[in-house]
């Protein structure tokens, strides 16, 4: 028996805990399509395109719901009248909710009679207080949004608002935490990618040993009393060493210091987050233990190395004359490197979101904390402007003045070009909103695939450019790929990129009209980067497909169809898809069970 269509639809700028609350329990009860309201007199005030808020649904719920995302404009009530919507689901928070949404649906029943039936959907009681307006007010004070917002769309709009992307750095006690920290922040210079790191333990020092508000000092003595602590002055500061000595040597005390202390060390870390762009290091031992890893998004570094090294580094650096025997008893008072690991997954797997970065520290080796660096950064750098803006940036590095005259000098300061305001304006091509896939999340997945099989290769920089560029231009014209070769050849020129590099460019660019053959290797990755997404997962690949029809809904299904079987008959009939051994090896057989199963859908769904 077929259940009723049910339609939601919202701006979801952006989606919440409250929406995804609504969206499960309607889901129980109906067919449901989840729809996105373009208005007209938001389009240019909404935190996210169109194309990031239908990335930010399908990343919250497809993994336990498949539900159509699409969009429209105008009226409510027509769409879900012309597209046979059975019912329409309202959500209601409080009493006065009801009051507005009954007077809706009476203002919708004077403009179509035997219209869809409005079901109001009430809030579950805990997400009542729960709006995309909090979550976003309280994103600009840096307040914690993880019970708002799913982390997926919490890091999103940590990027797009305030320009952070933040990580967590935890470790077993002397593992070299420090050396690795100071090379991380050296890198960002060096990669014109400014990285803060917020050193916790600084701040945990200053709770207990530096600040004088009434709060701190009512801390400091409610600490003294609990662990029989003598304190210092009117401001009741508390020795550090000497608490160590009676937490580090009971577990229990431990936990409960950390139950005393979390409510002071969240609000100095947002202090010290405010302000901060780009990459933002939230560094401490206890990151585990305390359950902060959703402030960096589940994002972890955890640093160790061998026993026998830390137990030197122990013994040899403390500034407390440890003996060996004491050293083992503190590295053994905190989460050993798999339980950190451990409890981070953890949390991974309750909140879908998040990444470990694992780095074993024994020779303070600079080349590998240089590649492991780079590896972060492409993780967490969901638009692709930290890369950006570091190929961007570092042209100024390799600008000789004495090359250039006066006036092809003061041309260059007079653009002003900056790597932020020309990425904003490449994103702005990429979220017109008829881009439901050849948009900014397809540029990262190549660039991502790019840094995790090629990061060396020659050539790497006229690869990156071609990537950002080669789809900037997309409509139902048949240049599209001329025109983005065009576009990229303007901007790389005012960027001083040399003709040579330029030309290498654009011929990048034109091979991925996939109809001449590649010439060189070079040509060949670019292909393959390309026509990746044909071989992700299953649920991925449908996601893929649905997405690409958008893109043509002004011709009918049986126009559609009929080029997309074309399209795939095509490409099975080739002999390889994938030109690189690499890509064919790893890929080829997935894409041609994908594009097998679509074409066989189509010819059992249409006939043809």
Same mark, same amino acid.
Request: proline share 2%.
């Given at each position: 028996?077929?259940? =009723?269509?049910?339609?939601?639809?919202?701006?979801?700028?952006? *989606?919440?805990?409250?929406?995804?609350?609504?969206?499960?329990?309607?889901?129980?009860?109906?067919?449901?399509?989840?729809?996105?309201?373009?208005?007209?007199?938001?389009?240019?005030?909404?935190?996210? /395109?169109?194309?990031?808020?239908?990335?930010?649904?399908?990343?919250?719920?497809?993994?336990?719901?498949?539900?159509?995302?699409?969009?429209?404009?105008?009226?409510?009530?027509?769409? $879900?009248?012309?597209?046979?919507?059975?019912?329409?689901?309202?959500?209601?928070?409080?009493?006065?909710?009801?009051?507005?949404?009954?007077?809706?649906?009476?203002?919708?029943?004077?403009?179509? =009679?035997?219209?869809?039936?409005?079901?109001?959907?009430?809030?579950?009681?805990?997400?009542?207080?729960?709006?995309?307006?909090?979550?976003?007010?309280?994103?600009?004070?840096?307040?914690?949004?993880?019970?708002?917002?799913?982390?997926?769309?919490?890091?999103?709009?940590? $990027?797009? *608002?305030?320009?952070?992307?933040?990580?967590?750095?935890?470790? /077993?006690?002397?593992?070299?935490?420090?050396?690795?920290?100071?090379?991380?922040?050296?890198?960002?210079?060096?990669?014109?990618?400014?990285?803060?790191?917020?050193?916790?333990?600084?701040?945990?020092?200053?709770?207990?040993?530096?600040?004088?508000?009434?709060?701190?000092?009512?801390?400091?003595?409610?600490?003294?009393?609990?662990?029989?602590?003598?304190?210092?002055?009117?401001?009741?500061?508390?020795?550090?060493?000497?608490?160590?000595?009676?937490?580090?040597?009971?577990?229990?005390?431990?936990?409960?210091?950390?139950?005393?202390?979390?409510?002071?060390?969240?609000?100095?870390?947002?202090? #010290?987050?405010?302000?901060?762009?780009?990459?933002?290091?939230?560094?401490? $031992?206890?990151?585990?233990?305390?359950?902060?890893?959703?402030?960096?998004?589940?994002?972890?570094?955890?640093?160790?190395?061998?026993?026998?090294?830390?137990?030197?580094?122990?013994?040899?650096?403390?500034?407390?004359?440890?003996?060996?025997?004491?050293?083992?008893?503190?590295?053994?008072?905190?989460?050993?490197?798999? =339980?950190?690991?451990?409890?981070?997954? #953890?949390?991974?797997?309750?909140?879908?979101?998040?990444?470990?970065?694992?780095?074993?520290?024994?020779?303070?080796?600079?080349?590998?904390?240089? @590649?492991?660096?780079?590896?972060?950064? /492409?993780?967490?750098?969901?638009?692709?402007?930290?890369?950006?803006?570091?190929?961007?940036?570092?042209?100024?590095?390799?600008?000789?003045?004495?090359?250039?005259?006066?006036?092809?000098?003061?041309?260059?300061?007079?653009?002003?070009?900056?790597?932020?305001?020309? %990425?904003?304006?490449?994103?702005?091509?990429?979220?017109?909103?008829?881009?439901?896939? &050849?948009?900014?999340?397809?540029?990262?997945?190549?660039?991502?695939?790019?840094?995790?099989?090629?990061?060396?290769?020659?050539?790497?920089?006229?690869?990156?450019?071609?990537?950002?560029? &080669?789809?900037?231009?997309?409509?139902?014209?048949?240049?599209?790929?001329?025109?983005?070769?065009?576009?990229?050849?303007?901007?790389?020129?005012? +960027?001083?990129?040399?003709?040579?590099?330029? @030309?290498?460019?654009?011929? +990048?660019?034109?091979?991925?009209?996939?109809?001449?053959?590649?010439?060189?290797? +070079?040509?060949?990755?670019?292909?393959?980067?390309?026509?990746?997404?044909?071989?992700?997962?299953?649920?991925?690949?449908?996601?893929?497909?649905?997405?690409?029809?958008? @893109?043509?809904?002004?011709?009918?299904?049986?126009?559609?169809?009929?080029?997309?079987?074309?399209?795939?008959?095509?490409?099975?009939?080739?002999?390889?898809?994938?030109?690189?051994?690499? %890509?064919?090896?790893?890929?080829?057989?997935?894409?041609?069970?994908?594009?097998?199963?679509?074409?066989? $859908?189509?010819?059992? =769904?249409?006939?043809?």
């Amino acid at each position: 028996m077929s259940r =009723e269509t049910a339609l939601y639809a919202l701006t979801w700028d952006p *989606v919440t805990y409250g929406h995804i609350d609504v969206i499960k329990k309607a889901k129980r009860l109906y067919d449901l399509t989840v729809w996105i309201w373009v208005n007209p007199d938001k389009v240019w005030k909404t935190t996210f /395109s169109l194309q990031e808020r239908v990335r930010l649904i399908q990343q919250a719920i497809w993994d336990e719901l498949w539900i159509n995302v699409t969009y429209f404009v105008g009226l409510l009530i027509d769409y $879900a009248f012309e597209e046979w919507f059975e019912t329409v689901i309202r959500w209601v928070r409080w009493p006065s909710d009801i009051q507005w949404e009954m007077d809706l649906d009476h203002v919708w029943a004077t403009q179509i =009679e035997d219209g869809p039936i409005t079901t109001f959907m009430p809030a579950s009681q805990d997400k009542t207080h729960i709006s995309s307006s909090v979550a976003k007010a309280l994103l600009k004070e840096q307040g914690i949004l993880h019970k708002y917002v799913p982390l997926n769309v919490k890091q999103a709009l940590e $990027a797009r *608002v305030l320009w952070q992307y933040v990580v967590s750095i935890t470790w /077993s006690i002397w593992t070299g935490k420090s050396y690795v920290t100071d090379q991380l922040v050296s890198l960002g210079k060096t990669s014109w990618i400014p990285v803060h790191n917020i050193d916790l333990d600084k701040i945990w020092h200053d709770i207990l040993g530096r600040l004088t508000n009434p709060w701190y000092v009512k801390l400091r003595q409610k600490i003294a009393k609990e662990f029989w602590l003598e304190v210092t002055g009117q401001d009741c500061f508390i020795n550090r060493a000497e608490l160590s000595k009676v937490v580090f040597s009971d577990s229990n005390k431990l936990k409960r210091l950390n139950e005393l202390m979390r409510s002071s060390l969240l609000v100095r870390i947002r202090r #010290e987050m405010r302000n901060k762009k780009w990459l933002l290091l939230l560094n401490w $031992a206890l990151i585990s233990e305390f359950d902060l890893s959703v402030f960096s998004n589940n994002n972890v570094i955890v640093i160790d190395c061998d026993k026998e090294v830390q137990l030197k580094r122990v013994v040899d650096r403390s500034k407390w004359a440890l003996t060996e025997c004491e050293a083992d008893t503190r590295i053994k008072s905190q989460l050993s490197w798999t =339980e950190k690991i451990a409890k981070v997954n #953890e949390s991974i797997s309750q909140y879908k979101w998040g990444k470990v970065f694992e780095y074993q520290n024994n020779w303070n080796d600079w080349e590998s904390i240089s @590649e492991f660096f780079n590896t972060v950064v /492409s993780s967490v750098d969901i638009y692709g402007e930290l890369r950006f803006g570091k190929m961007v940036s570092r042209l100024w590095e390799n600008i000789n003045p004495f090359e250039y005259t006066e006036a092809d000098l003061l041309n260059r300061l007079w653009k002003n070009i900056d790597a932020n305001t020309l %990425f904003m304006k490449l994103k702005s091509y990429y979220d017109q909103d008829n881009r439901f896939y &050849h948009n900014i999340f397809h540029i990262v997945d190549c660039l991502n695939l790019l840094d995790k099989y090629f990061p060396k290769i020659d050539w790497y920089e006229e690869l990156f450019f071609a990537i950002i560029f &080669h789809d900037i231009i997309y409509d139902m014209n048949w240049d599209n790929e001329e025109r983005s070769a065009h576009f990229a050849e303007n901007t790389l020129k005012d +960027l001083w990129y040399s003709d040579d590099f330029v @030309e290498r460019v654009n011929r +990048l660019i034109l091979v991925t009209k996939h109809n001449i053959e590649p010439e060189s290797e +070079l040509e060949e990755i670019m292909i393959d980067l390309d026509l990746s997404i044909l071989a992700c997962d299953e649920k991925s690949y449908q996601r893929y497909a649905y997405s690409v029809r958008q @893109e043509y809904l002004q011709y009918s299904d049986n126009e559609y169809y009929k080029w997309r079987k074309l399209f795939l008959s095509g490409m099975l009939l080739k002999q390889k898809i994938f030109h690189t051994d690499l %890509f064919r090896n790893l890929f080829e057989s997935k894409a041609r069970e994908n594009m097998l199963r679509e074409k066989m $859908a189509i010819e059992s =769904e249409y006939g043809f």
